[in-house]
């Protein structure tokens, strides 16, 4: 209930009507001052959501712990002692973007990458084996016709230890490593893309051209990860947004259209999609915890467990809600649940994969 301060005047400010008591008979307006001191506007957004009256909370409880139930209520037309589905969806997205950047967190990196302290760091191998060769070609040990031979076979083997590795990517996704698939800089990187047949190049020359012109204006490898960690967290709640017409509609191409409208999958699909960010946003806040406490302890332990089982949860729960909701056999259902669920976690992968490409060309 609001606390705003009531006009003296009882005609309603909205439709001109008689107002006996605080609100208009008519068109439900409060009959408040028009003007309130500025903390009014935080107190009468928190309310809007909570209403104090439990409405809030209740529609929190029982998003989080009865799957299906808040949409079959709506559909079935009780309304009014739960929040809305896209007020809910809206008010946990906002929550999922603001509250990873007010919680602190006790491993970020505090220290700003700078010129300096890139010019201070010490040479790669490849750098310093040149040094010596020129030291020892102007000191008169070694002719230039050997300082040549000796260069090149320095690079050669650089080469032949780099065509070593397991995997492509070992170097690119280690945060020790001062290469990028194998390349140093951008003008070596396209010379390896002028020999590739397969393509990986191509599709990486974005990302390699990201990280090199980030290392230039002096971030460490790990710090550019951590960088991009954060970044595509933020992008989570936006694939999800972007994906709920998606999801909607798979369900209803699996469904009767008869009985069921594409606006009832849409119900569906907003609860469900609240409680994957309200389960995403559990997660953040248990990192953000966790990052306090010291490493192997018997709370960190606990929180990976709780993280298993949240995970565990979020898989079960859609299975419930579709058998909930749409009231089919148990084996029809899971039939259903499961190929929907294979559909749309291949199609939230591949959101996901090209969210992380974009993602990380646009980090700055």
């Known amino acids: 209930m609001s606390h705003g301060k009531l006009r003296e005047d009882k005609t309603c ?30 107190t009468h957004f928190i309310e809007d ?7 809030f909370w209740r529609t929190i409880q029982y998003l989080f712990t009865r799957p299906g139930l808040l949409t079959k209520e709506y559909l079935a037309g009780k309304r009014q002692l739960y ?10 997205s ?24 890139k ?45 070593k590795k ?14 990028i698939m194998h390349a140093y800089s951008m003008k070596q990187y396209d010379s390896i893309l002028a020999k590739d047949d397969t393509g990986i190049y191509t599709i990486m020359r974005p990302i ?19 960088k991009y960690k954060e970044n595509f967290i933020h992008t989570i709640p ?52 966790t990052s306090f406490l010291p490493e192997n302890s018997i709370l960190t332990l606990l929180y990976v467990l709780a993280c298993l089982g949240l995970g565990l949860y979020m898989t079960i729960y859609f299975f419930v809600a579709h058998h909930r909701v749409y009231e089919t056999k148990k084996r029809i259902s899971i039939l259903k649940g499961s190929v929907l669920f294979i559909v749309n976690y291949i199609g939230l992968i591949l959101m996901f994969m090209v969210l992380m490409y974009l993602s990380f060309i646009m980090l700055h």
């Not at 959501?49 to 409405?55: A, E, I, P, R, S």
């Not at 929040?83 to 946990?92: D, R, S």
């Not at 090199?212 to 460490?220: Q, R």
């Open 94 to 117: 906002f929550l999922t973007f603001f509250l990873p950047n007010v919680l602190p967190h006790a491993k970020e990196e505090v220290e700003k990458p700078s010129h300096i302290k």
């Open 238 to 289: 936006k694939a999800l947004f972007v994906y709920l017409p998606i999801f909607a509609f798979f369900l209803w191409l699996f469904h009767s259209k008869k009985k069921w409208w594409y606006f009832d999958h849409g119900i569906f699909t907003l609860h469900y999609f609240s409680f994957l960010l309200l389960a995403i946003l559990a997660f953040i806040v248990g990192e953000k915890i």
């Open 208 to 226: 390699a051209g990201k990280i090199f012109e980030l290392k230039e204006d002096g971030y460490s490898k790990n710090q550019i990860w951590e």
């Open 119 to 163: 010019e201070k760091k010490a040479k790669n191998q490849k750098d310093i084996s040149k040094d010596i060769v020129k030291g020892l070609q102007k000191g008169g040990v070694m002719s230039d016709e050997t300082a040549n031979v000796t260069q090149k076979a320095l690079d050669t083997l650089k080469i032949e230890d780099d065509t």
């Open 49 to 55: 959501f909570t209403h104090y009256d439990g409405q």
């Open 13 to 42: 400010l909205n439709c001109g009507h008689q107002v006996e008591e605080r609100f208009c008979p008519h068109c439900g307006q409060e009959n408040i001052e028009s003007r309130q001191p500025f903390y009014f506007l935080f």
């Open 83 to 92: 929040v809305a589905p896209v007020k809910l969806y809206i008010f946990i």
């Open 166 to 179: 397991t995997e492509l990517f070992d170097s690119t996704f280690d945060p020790k490593e001062a290469s």
